[in-house]
Every structure is written in structure tokens, then in C-alpha cells.
Nanobody
């Protein structure tokens, strides 16, 4: 049974930091591309960052967010720094086979987590 379980969300002030984690199980994690998406209130789900052998980012978070993965722990991380109120959203972990796959749009995704809320106060 495939599971992606996000954790680490919460409420922080603008300028602060959070680290999200995504624990994966039920599929061969090391050969899947991993990604983070977010869905702000009243808006569509959007790409944030993804990683295969290296990370790539949406322009809106480049330089502030860092994505990483630990294949030994079947976990993906999203380090979020210099947070802004517009970063407020539900953040979702996503996976796509194979590792080299581009995973920047919702239709690209094979598996989704249930999300974790991130709220940034001004």
C-alpha cells in the first residue's frame, strides 16, 4: 500500500523557517522522482520543488526553499526559509516513476500525500 505522509507544517511569522518531511512507503522510493506542491486558499495546486539527482524549483521559491531526499530513510524534505504570507498553503508531497521524470504539473504525479498546512502570519 503506497503511503506518503507529510509532517512539519504549522504557523510561523513572516521571515521564519519550517522544514517539511515526507515519509514514503509501499513503493521503491529510490527510483521515483519526488516533489512538493502547494495549494493556497481558493487557488489551484501549484508546483513548488522537485528532486531526482538534484533539485529544481518554482521561481516563486527559488533561493528560499531547498529540497532534499534521504533514500536510506525513504524521506523527502523541504526546507523553507524567509517565509512570506503568500507561502500560506496546504503542502503536498508527490511521487512519479521513474527517477528521471519531470514532476512539475499535477497530471505528472503518480502518488499524492494528504497534505500539511503551512500558515505564515504577517
Amino acid at each position: 500500500q503506497v503511503q506518503l505522509v507529510e509532517s512539519g507544517g504549522g504557523l510561523v511569522q513572516a521571515g521564519g523557517s519550517l522544514r517539511l518531511s515526507c515519509a514514503a512507503s509501499g513503493f521503491p522510493f529510490a527510483i521515483y522522482a519526488m516533489s512538493w506542491f502547494r495549494q493556497p486558499p481558493g487557488k489551484e495546486r501549484e508546483f513548488v520543488a522537485a528532486i531526482n539527482w538534484s533539485g529544481y524549483y518554482a521561481d516563486s521559491v527559488k533561493g528560499r526553499f531547498g529540497i532534499s531526499r534521504d533514500n536510506a530513510k525513504n524521506t523527502t524534505y523541504l526546507q523553507m526559509n524567509s517565509l512570506k504570507p503568500e507561502d500560506t498553503a496546504v503542502y503536498y508531497c508527490a511521487a512519479r516513476f521513474p527517477l528521471k521524470a519531470d514532476i512539475r504539473t499535477v497530471p505528472d504525479v503518480d502518488f499524492w500525500g494528504k497534505g500539511t498546512q503551512v500558515t505564515i502570519s504577517s
